[in-house]
């Protein structure tokens, strides 16, 4: 069955008819001439090929239009699975199992190594494949291929983790082929906020639309841009000037987004405004032992100091929306991450600022809002980016 997959990955009427049936989730062959503008007799040629692979099955009859009534075809879920695996250094490892059908079937998050190095994580990674395959009692030959997200940049083409910032064990390391010599499955790496960009068109909020920007702010801000249905390579929102005369960052460059906006940048600001007196009704510790969670736990028991530096940096965040609006023209805009999570009014704020300065012409059609798949965004992502190759998205 894989052999016929990567036979028939680069026949593109084969992948429009799974994507055609992946999308409608039951067809006839009529309705699959009509959406695809192919013969009756080429469809019929491309179903007898996928149904003895076993990719699709029969599913029972549809409407008669006056004759016999039509077979029905629908995905094979069991046919083949795809893995996407969460690697954020320093969280937890979350692993996810889809079925041929893109549904998530069996869940796993697994402590990260002591050592954050890329040997130990290709331990874990193996160790938490094999309790997926158990638990499900799948056989490993049936798995297509694993996703896998690792903080960026990266190169896609090679797979190889270029330089993430603040993680030296991680310089140069040729991932894919690592984890393809110890797996024997074939691997896609993509950085982490791409694959969320990803998760959201296939699965969650952007499943409409074609030119979407992603952006993720937790402790850092992430971007994952999608123009034209595709994932442009490695876009950096968070580094994009906000405030020229402002101080340096690790990118290199000066007063960034990501230094206006992120959870480190409301984490330092809420040390220097207690520093100053400013009371705050959350208990916060030490000023060095002030942490993110701390501050996302200041957000939910709605400390108005806390809730007043947000709101600041939703500000600013907006400064960075209306850059993005006059940059790419986009759909929509999904903002994901913990800030917006914890405190969705972030989106309100920063999209309103935005509205009030970005081209209007480009408003028409746009969206701002939240993400909607969450913690979940980048594991359904990275199955997508293995699934992409399948039903040629
Ligand atoms: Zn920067």
Not at 93 to 108: K, P, Q
Request: aromatic content about 8%; glycine content about 10%.
């Amino acid at each position: 069955m894989k052999e016929y997959v990567e036979q028939n990955l680069k026949n593109v009427n084969t992948t429009k008819v799974l994507d055609f049936i992946r999308k409608k989730s039951k067809v006839t062959k009529a309705e699959l001439a009509e959406e695809t503008n192919l013969t009756f007799a080429a469809i019929s040629n491309i179903i007898n090929g996928l149904m003895k692979a076993g990719m699709i099955k029969e599913c029972g009859e549809g409407a008669s239009s006056g004759g016999r009534k039509p077979l029905l075809y629908e995905l094979n879920s069991e046919a083949l699975y795809v893995v996407g695996i969460d690697v954020s250094i320093d969280e937890q490892i979350r692993f996810g199992l889809f079925t041929f059908d893109t549904v998530l079937v069996y869940e796993l998050c697994m402590d990260p190594p002591a050592v954050k190095g890329p040997d130990e994580y290709i331990k874990i990674i193996k160790n938490g494949l094999k309790t997926l395959v158990d638990h499900e009692k799948i056989d490993y030959q049936k798995i297509l291929g694993i996703g896998v997200s690792i903080p960026g940049p990266i190169n896609t083409t090679t797979g190889e983790v270029v330089s993430p910032p603040n993680l030296p064990l991680w310089r140069n390391v040729p991932l894919k082929r690592m984890l393809e010599k110890e797996l024997h499955i074939p691997i896609k790496i993509e950085k982490d906020a791409n694959l969320s960009a990803l998760g959201e068109k296939w699965f969650g909020a952007g499943k409409e639309v074609n030119n979407l920007v992603y952006l993720f702010v937790g402790e850092g801000i992430g971007s994952g841009v999608i123009l034209n249905g595709t994932l442009i390579g490695n876009s950096e929102i968070g580094h994009c000037t906000i405030d020229s005369a402002g101080p340096r960052c690790n990118c290199g460059n000066y007063g960034c987004l990501e230094l206006k906006a992120s959870g480190l940048a409301i984490v330092k600001k809420v040390k220097e405004g207690l520093q100053l007196g400013y009371p705050s009704n959350y208990p916060y510790p030490k000023s060095e032992q002030i942490s993110f969670s701390n501050v996302l736990k200041a957000i939910e028991s709605n400390d108005p100091f806390t809730l007043k530096i947000v709101e600041e940096a939703a500000n600013y965040l907006g400064i960075g929306l209306t850059n993005v609006i006059n940059n790419f023209n986009p759909d929509l805009i999904i903002i994901g991450g913990k800030l917006p999570e914890k405190y969705e009014r972030m989106i309100e704020l920063s999209a309103g600022i935005a509205r009030n300065r970005a081209f209007e012409v480009f408003q028409k059609k746009l969206s701002i809002i939240p993400g909607k798949l969450k913690e979940r965004s980048i594991i359904m992502g990275a199955a997508a980016l293995v699934l992409e190759d399948v039903f040629g998205e």
